[in-house]
């Protein structure tokens, strides 16, 4: 039967994670934004919430909680209130953990999961995105190629999310002609012939995230080091995940803009009263609100149909056409209503623009 | 725990409802469109027994909105399902897909039953609300609010009450009254009429008085032509020394300078989803057309793939798909909370300002996208694009519904934010 009330287990969770994010992450941010750089120890504390990868199964060593798409809507929403790049960081071990859980054979489980089980924070990240402007995950143009009982893989791949240091890159590339059942993840070691990691990028906004380049020129990946074997991963059912990842994400960033410009609308003054009660101002606030409800309500609806084992393309893609747009529009909004005020470093508005920008094109970046 | 499947009750309402609506309101849409102020009789007299039978209480009694005190509750009435407000969106939506203005014209309390359950007594309740659910003749409710100079500005309206012994003297002008006709003159229905009792203290002075079909002083100007909904009657409806007896007051006859009318405008935090869930029913009607005709031009929307590759034409389809979608689960999650006997104020305006827009957008873009066979009035197209439109308007204006939300977002009362 409808309901909108989250179990008070998932409560728990936001609770802890909108804890976190008011000590660990927003006081920290702007500082992290100018530096480029995350907190001190902010990987290591993120990873001590033990919420990442929650779900891998007892038997592997996990936490064994019982995936829930839903349940990662409603934290990823928290890390997105308070940074979405340290969101992103917290994020980051699932983009491996998850696929391995869902597609692994059993040695790859058993090989690649113990890395996630541990105390430290994991140096693993995945690489979906590419630098061309028509990145498209069902016309991925980094190649495998069958060779010898293994692939080959070539190409570029962009945005990889703590790839200054990540030890094992989860690669995803196209085995075949267009369409997501042809896409593979192949396990490649940074030292792997053929494999450059490049300098961290230069993005607009989660300056703070280490990203960085890939170059693949003729890597050799063994046949074990393909995940799934040959069933392969459900690559479309990986990116519905992925989008309520980041969907969430949005709105927690999308939240932050409004609280932030209530505040400023109610004790800013302009022809005698505060901006928030000119109806300008007021109605611009008023859809802000209207919108994160919005976005919400779909992001939860899209994240039940993936928990009911659907692939929910359709849902998600929808969900993130959505919250894509209504992101942006809230936080361009949000250094609207600071005015000049919102354009300065010295104020947060700008860089929460910055980062919605990104949400368009951040695919596969997070996973829940 | 967060869930998006409905209870059986539900989902089997609103399949008969649907099947209702294709069989009975599509087949007389055009036709009672094209001759404005005809009835739709067959689907008023089928409807008229349905609610006999049982789902007129439960219809007449749903629309109360907010949290309810244990006072009030009738002990005899039929038990209230835990899902009653989530069954009345989906049952709009489902009869608004089939015709949004013969919708209107279903024989029910209505609005007016609606003050009643919200500010009436249980003494009230039952005079005036028990008609709905027995006898042979379809019977309306309505609820008389605007005049011709205030809509929005509800507190400022004029009609007086002045009491007289035990009777109170009604004189005023009311205009877009929905089912005023069908309410006061085709059948012995009554409509609620907001008149001051004491215009010196302004919304504290405003009651509301149940008027039956039949009071002499109460005349019925006229209906308008309108741009959409035509199976709907708007009546104007004047008020000449019409006499009302005090116990049609709804509620206490108090003036209390801190309620002030507070009780009658908590209604609508019940009956905005329900307008909401209408305009939505006419938003899918104008959609399923359009992913129709994909279909027949052999056009599969491409979901998942670059979104800068898809064709305008699947953008469209997706914006409307994407707006539509919200706007429903957010007019699901206000009646949610209102069946949760959660305040919902906030949300209920939040889903209405959404519907409004989105479906009034959505089945502008939809004629748009048929070019010169969408302009056709040999379909039903056009038409849904003039029912859609009133929703942004009436149950509050859009503007009104985002300047409450600012309001209540901001923390400014009425006089911090006009």
């Known amino acids: 039967m409808y309901s909108f009330e989250p179990t008070e287990e998932q409560q728990s969770i936001i609770d802890t994670v909108r804890d976190f994010a008011k000590t660990e992450m927003r006081p920290k941010s702007m500082e992290a934004d100018e530096k480029s750089d995350l907190p001190a120890g902010f990987l290591q504390k993120s990873w001590e919430l033990g919420l990442a990868v929650a779900g891998i199964p007892e038997a592997y060593g996990g936490s064994g909680i019982e995936r829930s798409a839903v349940t990662g809507a409603l934290l990823a929403e928290e890390l997105g209130y308070g940074d979405v790049a340290m969101g992103i960081a917290t994020l980051a071990p699932a983009l491996v953990a998850y696929p391995v859980v869902d597609y692994g054979t059993e040695e790859q489980k058993t090989k690649y999961l113990p890395l996630f089980t541990g105390s430290g924070f994991p140096k693993a990240t995945a690489a979906v995105l590419e630098p061309t402007w028509d990145f498209d995950p069902t016309e991925l143009t980094t190649i495998a190629t069958k060779k010898d009982g293994g692939y080959v893989l070539s190409g570029k791949k962009c945005l990889v999310p703590l790839g200054s240091t990540a030890e094992l890159f989860l690669i995803y590339a196209r085995d075949g002609g267009p369409g997501y059942e042809n896409v593979r993840a192949f396990f490649v070691p940074r030292s792997a012939a053929g494999l450059t990691v490049s300098e961290k990028e230069k993005n607009m906004g989660v300056k703070e995230l280490d990203t960085v380049g890939l170059t693949l020129n003729d890597v050799k990946v063994p046949k074990e080091a393909v995940l799934g074997g040959d069933k392969g991963v459900n690559f479309e059912r990986i990116m519905s995940y992925s989008r309520v990842a980041l969907s969430s994400l949005a709105i927690g960033v999308s939240r932050a803009a409004m609280d932030h410009s209530i505040t400023y609308a109610k004790e800013r003054y302009a022809f005698g009263e505060p901006i928030g009660q000119r109806q300008a101002v007021a109605f611009m606030i008023a859809d802000m609100a209207l919108e994160i409800d919005a976005m919400r309500v779909m992001a939860w609806e899209a994240a039940w149909h993936l928990d009911k084992g659907e692939t929910a393309t359709k849902e998600t893609f929808l969900m993130k056409m959505y919250s894509d747009k209504n992101a942006l529009k809230v936080t361009d909004n949000a250094v609207q209503v600071m005015g000049g005020h919102g354009y300065i470093r010295e104020n947060p508005v700008e860089g929460w623009l910055r980062h919605a920008r990104g949400f368009t094109t951040f695919d596969g970046m997070a996973l829940v | ?418």
């Open chain 2, 1 to 418: 725990m967060i869930d998006f499947e409905h209870h059986p009750v539900v989902q089997q309402t609103g399949m008969m409802i649907s099947q209702m609506a294709e069989s009975m309101m599509r087949p007389a849409a055009r036709e009672v469109d094209e001759h404005e102020h005809t009835d739709p009789t067959a689907y008023i007299n089928f409807m008229w027994d349905v609610m006999k039978s049982g789902a007129g209480g439960a219809a007449a009694t749903q629309f109360t909105g907010g949290p309810k005190k244990k006072k009030d509750e009738d002990p005899n009435a039929p038990k209230k399902p835990g899902f009653g407000n989530v069954l009345g969106a989906v049952s709009i939506e489902m009869m608004s897909w089939g015709d949004a203005g013969i919708y209107l014209a279903t024989p029910v309390a209505g609005l007016g039953g609606a003050a009643v359950a919200a500010a009436g007594t249980d003494e009230q309740k039952e005079r005036f609300l028990k008609r709905f659910q027995e006898g042979d003749k379809p019977i309306w409710g309505a609820m008389a609010i605007t005049e011709p100079g205030c809509g929005s500005d509800s507190a400022a309206i004029t009609t007086t009450a002045t009491k007289d012994g035990d009777f109170y003297v009604l004189n005023g002008h009311k205009i877009f009254v929905t089912s005023g006709k069908r309410a006061i003159a085709d059948s012995n229905g009554f409509v609620v009429v907001w008149a001051t009792v004491d215009k010196n203290v302004g919304r504290a002075g405003i009651k509301s008085f149940v008027v039956e079909a039949g009071t002499p002083g109460m005349i019925l100007l006229g209906v308008e032509k309108k741009h959409g909904i035509r199976a709907s009657d708007t009546a104007q409806i004047v008020f000449e020394n019409c006499r009302v007896p005090k116990e049609n007051l709804l509620g206490s006859a108090e003036v209390d300078l801190n309620k002030g009318f507070k009780g009658v405008m908590a209604t609508f935090d019940a009956t905005r989803p329900a307008v909401a869930a209408s305009a939505i029913g006419i938003g899918r009607a104008a959609l399923e057309f359009i992913q129709a005709e994909f279909a027949k031009q052999g056009i599969k929307p491409r979901y998942g793939t670059n979104p800068h590759k898809l064709t305008a034409r699947e953008r469209d389809l997706m914006d409307m798909e994407a707006n539509l979608k919200a706007a429903w689960l957010l007019t699901l999650k206000a009646a949610w909370m209102s069946d949760n006997k959660k305040h919902n104020n906030l949300e209920a305006s939040i889903c209405k300002a959404k519907a409004g827009l989105a479906v009034t957008q959505i089945t502008q873009k939809a004629v748009e996208l048929m070019g010169p066979l969408g302009y056709s009035r040999e379909i039903l197209l056009e038409k849904w694009m003039r029912d859609a439109k009133i929703n942004d308007i009436f149950e509050g204006t859009q503007q009104i519904n985002m300047l409450i939300i600012a309001r209540r977002v901001l923390g400014y009362s009425r006089d911090q934010l006009k």
